[in-house]
């Protein structure tokens, strides 16, 4: 079987770059400035750190041929500062207006979403962007629904000290359950909050860090929003809902492969913050 990559040996500076940077530690070099020797190339995760760190592109890889290789300017990257004014400015902010996000916008989200880190570069992360105002309609209405369910079973004379033994806390949210669904009646949808768009984050069910893997992408996603000037929040009520549910339902009826992990309600902001304020700051960090 030819190997998924090598090295164009006279291209190579032996500059060692690669020994050091490969996770899968692929790369050796017996002594400095020696010959660098490949060695079994089935274990690449596919991260493409080598052909990245490469400063004379002598690497050819299989997964990465010149078009996917990207050269760009360290100097174009937001400074410190700004990267830490976007971290304190963003909020989740549900003061939507009518209008629609712009496709560009969605689509520019969800490649900030898409270029989040994965356990064992994986990349089975993908995402369902929902805009049809009657689908939307649909992940409230499954929402609501999941909690009917539930405050059903709480409110079971039979079922009331079983549950109480077994999950001591299930009680803790039956107020809000009872008031998402009597606002839902009054025609007030405080799971969605009148979003225009929901990306939902999802991977295949045997996903071992398919929750992690999906709420980075998630953060990755919303900071993008932030700078594009589209509101967001994320979904817990809907996640929470999935997970009660069990049964996939959502997922199939959107037709989704595997499970939603994650969920960004996302509109136009009817206005956006120009204040941040403070976190709570007691006990919140060690340095040991
Ligand atoms: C895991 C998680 C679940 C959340 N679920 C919801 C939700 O269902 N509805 C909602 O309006 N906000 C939801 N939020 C948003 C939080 O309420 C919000 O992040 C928090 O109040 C802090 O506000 P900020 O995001 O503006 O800093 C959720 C946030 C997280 C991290
Ligand atoms: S990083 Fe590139 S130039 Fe440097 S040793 Fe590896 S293959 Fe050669
Ligand atoms: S793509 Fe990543 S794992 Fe594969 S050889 Fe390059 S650095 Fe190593």
Redesign the pocket.
């Known amino acids: 079987m030819e190997a998924l990559f090598h ?1 164009n040996q006279p291209a ?7 020994v050091q940077i490969c996770p899968s530690r692929l ?1 050796a070099q017996e002594k400095q400035g020696g010959d ?1 020797q490949v060695k079994d190339t089935a274990s690449c995760i596919g991260c493409g750190h080598c052909v990245a ?4 592109d ?2 050819e890889h299989k997964l990465f041929p010149r078009e996917k290789v990207h050269p760009f300017s360290l100097k174009d990257y937001p400074t410190p500062e700004q990267m830490m004014l976007a971290c304190k400015g963003r909020r989740s902010n549900r003061a939507f207006s009518k209008e629609t996000v712009p496709m560009e916008a969605l689509q520019q989200i969800v490649e900030a979403a898409h270029r989040a880190p994965t356990a064992s570069n994986l990349q089975q992360v993908s995402f369902t962007v929902i805009t049809d105002p009657q689908r939307l309609r649909q992940i409230t209405e499954f929402t609501i629904n999941v909690y009917r369910g539930v405050l059903k079973k709480l409110r079971n004379p039979l079922l009331k000290p079983l549950i109480k033994a077994a999950i001591p806390d299930a009680f803790r949210y039956m107020p809000v359950f009872e008031r998402l669904s009597r606002e839902y009646e009054k025609g007030n949808d405080l799971i969605l909050r009148g979003a225009t768009a929901v990306l939902l984050i999802h991977t295949p069910a045997s996903c071992r860090f398919g929750i992690e893997d999906s709420n980075l992408a998630y953060q990755n996603g919303s900071l993008m929003a932030e700078c594009l000037g589209v509101s967001q929040f994320y979904t817990g009520f809907v996640l929470s809902a999935v997970k009660q549910e069990k049964k996939g339902s959502l997922e199939k009826s959107l037709g989704i492969q595997g499970t939603i992990r994650a969920g960004m309600a996302l509109g136009m902001p009817a206005f956006r913050f120009t204040k941040y304020i403070d976190k709570q700051e007691e006990g919140f960090v060690r340095y040991l």
């Open positions: 090295i190579c500076i032996r500059c060692g770059r690669c790369f660098i760190a490469c400063p004379r002598a690497i």
